[in-house]
């Protein structure tokens, strides 16, 4: 099976990712990591040189590509990934895929995601906490109407990697 974490900027997709795929015995995919390898260049850069629109389409396709191939994985996507094109539509019509949300509450977002902004572009502007909290407060009522759209979500608190993980892998069953 192929499970695809969705869910905003700081929601412990990947820390999370890492312990279910350890957990189901499948490898770990990271969709920022596949694309930084593809284009030779990290996330910031590619923001930078060549803006959002060309990051959201290689996004696109390197989703497919994954989500079309014969192997079962854990994918931890970006952010914005289920929020552009027909990626969400994607993901939850491809064989065999499950698609789950970590729902965080805002001010648990906010807190992590001010302590780690630098390497992230949408963010990386936002230079006070109430600056940064009214922007992905916004952000993430916008996105939340992709994000409900999983087949799973999962309400996070601050609950350890390894609670969250478990708490799939029980609902998997
Ligand atoms: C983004 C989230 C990032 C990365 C890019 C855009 C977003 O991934 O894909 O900076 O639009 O929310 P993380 O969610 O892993 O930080």
Redesign the pocket.
Known sequence: MKIVLIG???SG??SVGKVLSELLDIPFKDL?HEIQSAEGKD?STIFLEKGEIYFRKVENRILKELLLAEADFVL?T???TPCYADSLEVMRNVENTKVVYLRVPLPILADRLMADKEN???LAHLDSKETLMEFVGIHLFERSHFYNQAEMIIDVQEDTPETIAKKIEQRLL
Do not use: Q, T, V
């Open positions: 905003y900027m700081g997709k990947s920022d996330i931890a970006g952010g914005g992230r572009p949408l």
